[in-house]
């Protein structure tokens, strides 16, 4: 089993504050980790839950990737991150089950991670980021 815990739930929202305001007062959730993500043109706000996070996210600019799903999509689940010891090792065992991959090799994610994105439409219509911490 290469997964080693779900990493990430991504949310993607229009209005940032508004969605942490929201998940403080119902849950009493608290930022763990933000970052601007230049990359992939999105600012995200990590929420800890156990060891995994709920991660929000808001496009930065008009050609980002969760602009464009803003638009098409509205506001809601984006992606999952599944959580890997070896990103490389699980992308070439996605490929090799027959996915889709939308990066070639394993890239920079947020807070240092080492990550890999997979095509929903090969994938049961989940987007799936592959997380190397
Ligand atoms: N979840 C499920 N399905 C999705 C989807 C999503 N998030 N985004 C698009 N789709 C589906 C569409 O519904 C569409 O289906 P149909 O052909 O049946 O209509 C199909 O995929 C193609 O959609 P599209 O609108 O033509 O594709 P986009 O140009 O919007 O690109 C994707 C979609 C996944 C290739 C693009 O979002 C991408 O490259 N994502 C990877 C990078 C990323 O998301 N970065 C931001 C997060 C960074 C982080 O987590 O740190
Ligand atoms: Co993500």
Do not use: W
Request: some cysteine; charged content about 25%.
């Amino acid at each position: 089993m290469l997964l080693t815990e779900i990493d990430h739930i991504a949310i993607a929202v229009k209005d940032l504050e508004a969605a942490i305001a929201y998940y403080q007062k119902a849950f009493g959730a608290t930022v763990d980790h933000r970052e601007v993500v230049e990359s992939d043109g999105v600012e995200e706000a990590l929420l800890k839950v156990a060891e995994s996070y709920i991660q929000l996210l808001t496009p930065t600019r008009p050609d980002s990737p969760v602009a464009k799903s803003l638009e098409k999509r509205g506001e809601g689940l984006h992606h999952i991150g599944y959580r890997v010891n070896n990103c490389a090792e699980a992308l070439a065992a996605m490929i090799a089950a027959g996915a889709t991959p939308l990066d070639k090799a394993p890239r920079p994610g947020s807070r240092g991670t080492t990550v890999a994105f997979i095509h929903p439409k090969g994938s049961f219509g989940t987007l799936i980021e592959l997380v190397q911490e």
